[in-house]
């Protein structure tokens, strides 16, 4: 009778079924009631005593192995089964849609291969900054309204005196340490750094303290440019920013400049392009004036020069700065400052193949 389990051993070992129905037959013949294992335990009351142990062990090793056969293939079988009947292979596959570059992305790399191409590089820097680079390197006096906390997030545990100042570069010792509000902070450290010439712009995230509202974030992105060498002058400046603005908007675009004041330049300028919208006739856009603000410049002062380091008697420069998103809301007519930041996938589609 041993001679007859291991040949049933041997028959569940080579058994390799080709449907469920032919798998079906298997379990009837061994597991089934009236099947193999059920003849084999009905007779182990006529084995002798002294070999029933043996004759037990083999007739379970041949349930166990019958068993873990019809397991693995009804797995296989019934995988099978669901792929051919809840799949249709013959028809179309789903469209996977791509994502985009967000617009700020976008107007970000327009604005640096713009100046890139007239030798800028660009320059990265800390988005938490200490006092000096933030404010004092560049003339912010103690009483000055950014240093305040209603225009300025201050880093937890900080010291938040006003009117304290570091004494020593680049170590906040007294003031404490607060999210950059431009990236004119770059600008500085650059300058502490690399001797002159300089001709780099400095793109980046900022933060201001402010509501939030259509036209103002609590945080938003600039680029700041900046430009030192022997003989630089204002009307380098001018032509730079001209190029920038026939570059950015068109060939047609005109800029002019009006006086304004920066603590760290001078004389400063701010600088409207012609509304790109009704060409400088009039909408509701430009206000009926013909312009539009973009950016901030002027020649870089003096004593921000002494403060890093640099003679300020043998080299000049100027700076500029523009918010990335008053750019990008001119360039592609967005009338809410806020939907940037939002993340609705119908705003962001609609960018699906520019940058």
């Not at 062990?57 to 099978?80: C, G, P, R, T, W």
Request: hydrophobic residues 35%; charged residues 25%.
């Amino acid at each position: 009778m041993q001679e007859q389990i291991k040949s049933y051993l041997t028959e569940v070992e080579n058994f390799s079924p080709s449907s469920k129905d032919e798998l079906e037959q298997f379990r009837i013949r061994f597991l089934g009631k009236k099947g193999v294992m059920g003849d084999l335990f009905a007779h182990m009351k006529n084995v002798e005593a002294d070999q029933r142990k043996a004759f037990g062990a083999l007739v379970n090793e041949l349930k166990q192995h019958a068993e873990e056969k019809i397991a693995a293939y009804k797995d296989s079988f019934e995988n099978k089964s669901t792929a051919s009947t809840d799949i249709d292979l013959t028809l179309p596959g789903e469209q996977i849609s791509l994502g985009s570059l967000h617009p700020i992305s976008i107007v970000r790399n327009r604005i640096v291969q713009i100046f890139e191409r007239i030798g800028f590089n660009v320059t990265d820097g800390p988005e938490i900054e200490d006092d000096w680079h933030n404010f004092s390197a560049l003339n912010f006096p103690p009483e000055h309204p950014a240093r305040d906390m209603q225009d300025t997030f201050f880093v937890k545990g900080s010291d938040l005196t006003p009117n304290s100042s570091p004494k020593e570069r680049g170590v906040a010792s007294e003031q404490g340490f607060a999210l950059r509000t431009h990236t004119s902070s770059v600008q500085v450290r650059l300058m502490e750094t690399q001797a002159p010439p300089i001709r780099s712009i400095m793109p980046g995230r900022v933060y201001r303290n402010e509501a939030i509202s259509a036209r103002a974030h609590c945080f938003f992105h600039q680029v700041e440019g900046l430009y030192i060498d022997e003989d630089v002058s204002f009307a380098d400046l001018k032509q730079t920013l001209l190029y920038f603005a026939k570059e950015m908007f068109g060939e047609k675009t005109e800029i002019r400049l009006r006086p304004s004041y920066f603590p760290f330049t001078e004389p400063s300028a701010e600088v409207d392009v012609s509304c790109t919208l009704c060409g400088g006739k009039g909408c509701n856009v430009c206000k009926y004036t013909g312009w539009l603000e973009i950016l901030g410049c002027g020649m870089v002062d003096p004593q921000v020069l002494i403060n890093c380091g640099i003679d300020e008697k043998k080299y000049t420069g100027f700076a500029f700065g523009m918010g990335i998103e008053r750019i990008a809301m001119l360039q592609y007519d967005i009338n809410d400052l806020r939907i940037f930041s939002e993340n609705d996938v119908r705003f962001l589609r609609q960018f699906s193949g520019l940058g």
